[in-house]
């Protein structure tokens, strides 16, 4: 079946800016999940949502905000882009039930690249 | 605050060689440990993973060795192959928690030289 599927690849935007990331999670998998992925911090969570509803928050400023549609399909946008904010943006899926399922493979896509300038 | 503390940072094996890597936790809710392997341009995938009801876990050259009692778990890379340069995460979640989130260990790149 189909992975983890991330648009675009790679993105370029001026500090200020703002952008959307777009995230498809493998056919039947109703959590979505997203990570920032830096040489210095490595991978870190961002949210978590599950059934349009979001789940789970990192510790991350309002500008970096998620949603969820009903195809289980999910997007984040990060708002007024910084260049701390550039980074490789990780999207995983899971199976989960409404409750628990925490021990359950999470698949990543491939990412993306954002780089801010 | 770091829950996953990850070592070493990078490492360098003989191809046939054995490739030990650390991670100590500190929340004591977390009972599914994973092992992601990320190579250059792709996504962390899964390798392995452990619940804390066993203390090893064996999948053909991997292995997890888990040590309840000093929060500690380590993945072992035996007959390290060139193949095997990547980069490994370790990772925790509280599986009994009602949203899934994988609290990750900052990495080790390996590189195994033929």
Redesign the interface.
């Known amino acids: 079946k189909a992975g983890v599927t991330q648009t675009p690849r790679y993105l370029i935007k001026t500090r200020g800016q703002q952008v959307t990331l777009s995230c498809s999670p493998i056919s039947g998998h109703r959590s979505v999940s997203w990570y920032q992925q830096t040489p210095g911090q490595g991978l870190q969570f961002l949210f978590e949502y599950f059934s349009e509803t979001q789940r789970n928050k990192g510790n991350f400023p309002g500008r970096f905000s998620g949603r969820q549609f009903s195809n289980s399909r999910s997007e984040m946008n990060v708002s007024t882009l910084e260049l701390g904010d550039s980074a490789l943006y990780l999207c995983a899926s899971t199976w989960s039930s409404g409750t628990g399922g925490g021990n359950t493979e999470a698949f990543f896509g491939q990412g993306t690249r954002l780089t801010v300038v | 605050q770091q829950q996953v503390k990850q070592s070493p940072q990078s490492l360098i094996v003989q191809k046939g060689g054995i490739s030990i890597i650390n991670c100590a936790y500190e929340n004591t809710a977390f009972?599914?440990f994973?092992w992601?392997q990320q190579f250059p341009?792709?996504?962390?995938?899964?390798l392995i993973?452990i619940?804390p009801d066993v203390s090893e876990k064996k999948e053909g050259r991997f292995t997890i060795s888990f040590n309840k009692s000093a929060k500690q778990f380590s993945l072992h890379i035996m007959d390290s192959q060139p193949g095997d340069s990547a980069t490994y995460?370790c990772?925790a979640?509280?599986?009994?928690?009602?949203?899934?989130?994988?609290?990750?260990?900052?990495?080790t790149l390996l590189t195994v030289n033929p």
């Open positions: 009972d599914y994973p992601y341009g792709k996504g962390p995938a899964l993973a619940r995460f990772a979640s509280n599986s009994g928690g009602s949203n899934y989130k994988l609290t990750f260990g900052k990495g």
